[in-house]
């Protein structure tokens, strides 16, 4: 049974940085696609981050150059580095696995391609 749990949400200023993990168990993070994803009230689930099992990374638009996804494999872990955080970015962030490798961006960034979910974790970014 595979299960992801994230924690390291938490309120942070305008500005700062805030790093996000994801606890994998019964899949190898190495060996599967491992994405994030972020929704706010009243919103859908969008795509913030992807690394394929190449370690290939793909992230979305609005945090291109601010979000950092990586991988630690002794800890079977992945791992989302927030930094110049505003408040749009105020989320719950839930961490997601994909039992396969895509030949596009765009698979990446479908949630529906995505099999087990964790809980989710809040952040939340103050002005």
């Known amino acids: 049974q595979v299960q992801l749990v994230e924690s390291g949400g938490g309120l942070v200023q305008d500005g700062g940085s805030l790093s996000l993990s994801c606890a994998a168990s019964g899949r190898t993070v190495s060996s599967y696609t491992m994405g994030w994803f972020r929704q706010a009230p009243g919103t859908e689930r969008e795509f913030v981050a992807a690394?394929?099992?190449?370690?290939?990374?793909y992230y979305a638009d609005s945090v291109m150059g601010r979000f950092t996804i990586s991988t630690d494999n002794a800890k079977n872990t992945v791992y989302l580095q927030m930094s110049s955080l505003n408040p749009e970015d105020t989320a719950v962030y839930y961490c997601a696995t994909a039992p396969r490798s895509f030949s596009s961006r765009g698979y990446y960034t479908a949630h529906n391609n995505y099999d087990y979910w964790g809980q989710g974790t809040q952040v939340t970014v103050s002005s």
């Open positions: 690394r394929g099992w190449t370690g290939d990374t």
